[in-house]
């Protein structure tokens, strides 16, 4: 019994709880505990190979029946800049040099890979329930063939106007994705993250932008939280820093530190470790250089030179050179199995729901 039922009945699910699909700390683990528990578990592919994905894939498929998302990034490559990248090198060579390393190093190349070709292939194999995008959505052609599948397609919008095109574009469903959330920003008409509405500001207007089904995410982190979404018009809501508490959830312990101690004030807009703007916990990298630096290269190859320094720090308990994603309401984690947190934000919902004499209807 919840407020708006559609996006339960679009997606075959039983409870409005997606799980983020955070790439780095999800793997298959958390993508079967939410979806077994009733949520909408997400698997992230943004990191992976597609031998990868495919391999976990292959495991949620033996071990749950039930909805998955699989999500992907849709940025373009950039061109290689030289200038760019060497100037970047040059200001963190102290770091290197602090850390017994040499700033003329060649630097590893950044992971991420948007979707292709061979991930659409991969989509057309395990056919999950739903396929979710980050940065808009693939080119026609390759969403055309993603939408044969049978999945449902999501995408994140960050302003109405997003929402709007995603929706002229043959989206399911919107994910309203406010400023208070973790990790990157689907920002995709603009580059101005300066103007970015929160989530309780973002709702209602994409809620009435749209004519689809709404997922709110970004600082919802509790009942408190899915009440509200609810009561702007979103149909579930979409956690993702709450499920970084959980034990199935892969966290350095430099970043499992710091949520643990993360305050509503201990995060930043950065593009210093990708180079696209992102939340997370602001460490020693980000108050020297500034969480935003106009040195760091394109989306993501910024990350490469980043990577020596994290490398040489981590094993040592630090968390001076790394992402520490986060959205701002990680004082509200609880330390729970993925499953179990799922099952509770929902029955607690449905006690404040009806605490407030709010009553869901059929």
């Known amino acids: 019994m ?14 409005p709880i997606f799980q983020a699909p955070m790439a780095g700390p999800v793997d298959s683990e958390m993508v079967i505990a939410v979806s077994e528990a009733g949520g909408l ?18 495991i949620i498929r033996q071990r749950t029946s039930k909805p998955i998302n699989v999500n992907f990034f849709c940025h373009k490559q950039p061109e290689d800049d030289l200038a760019r990248e060497a100037a970047w090198k040059q200001r963190l060579a102290p770091y290197y040099l602090e850390l017994g390393l040499d ?44 939408k044969a599948t049978g999945a449902k397609v999501l995408s994140s919008a960050t302003t109405a106007d997003e929402a709007v095109w995603l929706e002229a ?15 990157h920003r689907g920002i995709f008409l603009t580059d101005d993250v300066a103007n970015q509405p929160g989530t309780f500001a973002l709702v209602p207007q994409v809620v009435d932008a749209v004519k689809l089904p709404v997922i709110a995410t970004g600082g919802i982190s509790d009942a408190r939280g899915i009440v509200a979404a609810f009561a702007l018009g979103a149909s ?4 993702g820093t709450a499920y970084l508490f959980c034990p199935e959830a892969k966290v350095a312990a430099p970043h ?94 449905q006690a404040l729901l009806s605490r407030f004499g709010r009553q869901p209807m059929a």
Do not use: Y
């Not at 919840?2 to 409870?15: S, T, V």
């Not at 057309?124 to 063939?145: I, K, N, Q, T, Y």
């Not at 574009?169 to 990790?183: L, M, P, T, W, Y």
């Open 2 to 15: 919840w407020p708006d039922r559609r996006i339960l009945d679009l997606l075959g699910l039983e409870l």
């Open 41 to 58: 578990g997400g698997l992230p592919c943004a990191l992976m190979t597609p031998e990868k994905a495919r391999t976990e894939l292959g």
């Open 103 to 146: 700033p003329t190093a060649p630097a590893p190349r950044s992971a991420r890979a948007p979707f292709d070709e061979t991930f659409c292939d991969i989509v057309e194999e395990f056919r999950p329930e739903v396929a979710s995008f980050h940065f808009g959505l693939p080119d026609a052609a390759l969403l055309d063939r993603v």
């Open 169 to 183: 574009r043959g989206c399911d469903a919107i994910i309203a994705q406010g400023a208070e959330a973790g990790g």
């Open 236 to 239: 579930a809501v979409q956690v």
């Open 256 to 349: 499992k530190a710091a949520l643990k101690a993360a305050k509503d004030d201990h995060t930043a807009l950065t593009n210093l470790f990708t180079g696209r703007p992102a939340r997370g916990i602001v460490n020693r990298i980000m108050r020297e250089v500034g969480p935003l630096s106009e040195d760091a290269p394109a989306f993501p190859l910024a990350g490469g030179a980043l990577a020596p320094l994290r490398a040489a720090s981590e094993p040592k308990g630090s968390g001076d050179f790394m992402s520490l994603w986060s959205g701002q309401a990680a004082r509200l984690g609880r330390d729970m199995p993925a499953a179990d947190l799922t099952r509770a934000l929902a029955a607690e919902t």
